[in-house]
């Protein structure tokens, strides 16, 4: 049986007059607060899918269990609720393609990983981080992914016998230009194996990986446009090289950019000041919030 043909694909159906051209998401981690840089950039999200009429679906993005944390959830929702956000289908109200929380569509993942296996597109990989650090040709991506995979175990088929811990990884097609025309930030070029390399799709501690678990979602959903940080341009490459691999046809992406503090940093989890919950605390309204 072709696993693929498991995962449902998007109808073509009108629901309450809305566009069934146009789907798209809020993927939030519950690994802590939500800062008003998630706020703005989903807040493009919600605008973009207002726009075109579309459907938006809230994504609970809670597959790590080693980070996120079950009580954020609820109060994840409830910060997006009062800050303004609307979406059609989620995780407290169900919709068609659910469910919509990450950590009960591991069948879904698994099912790609086992296609990608099949296909030869990922191997194991027995590197500790520090084994990929010493490696002395490992320059760093332009992203949070860490230095480019040396390919120390790129021809390995099988996953040696023996309690070894060992991930799945993507084999990525050296020298090839992954191209994409991006919503926001327009034509973006990345070089395979220069730009970034083989990455996770199944990691040692049997979770499955932030790229494969987003690519498998944002299919099965029916996603037509990803609208996300700009901090993700490079993920984008990885992800089309698995839509194309898992033969599915990737949606159109528009990247924000992000939200910089007075220094000029990225904001992030330690701006706890910026939380959406601290703000709320502190008296700020939503529409104060909404103006960025
Ligand atoms: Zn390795």
Redesign the pocket.
């Known amino acids: 049986m072709n696993p693929q043909s498991e995962i449902p694909a998007a109808t073509k159906r009108s629901e309450g007059g809305r566009n069934p051209q146009y789907r798209g998401r809020l993927a939030p981690s519950p690994t802590g607060l939500l800062h008003l840089g998630h706020a703005r950039t989903f807040w493009t999200a919600q605008e973009r899918a207002r726009a075109n009429h579309g459907t938006l679906v809230l994504r609970n993005e809670d597959i790590d269990s080693t980070r996120f944390k079950l009580e954020f959830v609820p109060q994840m929702i409830e910060d997006l609720r009062w800050f303004g956000f609307e979406w059609q289908e989620g995780p407290d109200c169900g919709g068609p393609f659910g469910p919509y929380s990450q950590s009960e569509r591991r069948p879904f993942y698994a099912m790609a990983l086992e296609k990608l296996r099949e296909r030869d597109f990922v191997y194991p990989?027995?590197?500790s981080r520090k084994?990929?650090r010493d490696a002395a040709s490992a320059p760093n991506a332009g992203d949070d992914e860490g230095p480019i995979?040396p390919g120390?175990?790129r021809e390995k088929r099988k996953a040696e016998s023996g309690k070894q811990k060992f991930c799945w990884?993507f084999r990525v097609p050296d020298g090839e230009t992954i191209s994409f025309t991006d919503g926001n930030c327009g034509e973006q070029k990345f070089v395979a194996g220069k730009d970034f390399g083989d990455f996770v799709v199944w990691r040692g501690d049997d979770v499955p990986a932030y790229q494969l678990a987003c690519a498998v979602d944002d299919a099965a959903m029916g996603i037509t446009e990803v609208v996300r940080g700009a901090d993700l341009l490079l993920s984008t490459a990885r992800q089309i090289l698995l839509y194309r691999a898992l033969g599915l046809a990737p949606p159109a992406f528009y990247h924000c950019a992000l939200m910089l503090d007075e220094n000029g940093k990225r904001l992030a989890k330690r701006h706890d000041a910026l939380s959406m919950r601290a703000l709320r605390e502190q008296g700020k309204t939503p529409e104060e919030l909404r103006r960025f």
Request: glycine share 0%.
């Open positions: 990989c027995t590197c084994d990929i995979y120390t175990c990884r």
